[in-house]
């Protein structure tokens, strides 16, 4: 994993089955476009989070595609119904190929 680079998300630990449910997500990044320069005229190479995905026990639920021009540290508010306990997969994917994930399970109660 980069350095400083931290996934967080906010998932409620259960609901009911059928509920809709508001899943928070954001990470540190510094998502350099590539057309900023150092202090000593070098340009800074890019490096964003491209891709964001959501997915409920192997079903996407979200699928963001990310440009450039998207903030530092990027933050993700949605819904999703919860049919049935199990588990949220979070994934970032980085220009440099790495990938960033989070597992947030949710029971039914």
């Given amino acids: 994993m980069a350095s400083g680079v931290r996934p967080r998300v906010k998932v409620p630990k259960s609901a009911s089955a059928g509920e809709t449910i508001t ?3 954001l990470i540190s990044h510094p998502m350099e ?10 340009v ?4 964003i989070i ?3 995905t959501c997915e409920f026990n ?3 639920v979200v699928d963001v595609t990310m440009e450039p021009a998207i903030s530092t540290n990027p933050y993700f508010e949605f ?3 919860v049919p ?3 588990d949220f997969k979070f994934t970032w994917y980085d220009d440099d190929g790495d ?7 949710v029971a039914i109660g």
Wanted: no cysteine; net charge positive; aromatic share 6%.
């Fill in 23 to 25: 899943l928070k997500t």
């Fill in 33 to 42: 476009s590539g057309q900023r320069k150092d202090s000593s005229g070098n």
């Fill in 44 to 47: 800074i190479p890019r490096s």
């Fill in 84 to 86: 049935e306990a199990g």
């Fill in 58 to 60: 192997g079903q996407m």
């Fill in 99 to 105: 990938v960033y994930e989070e597992t947030k399970p």
């Fill in 50 to 52: 491209n891709r964001f």
């Fill in 79 to 81: 819904e999703a119904t």
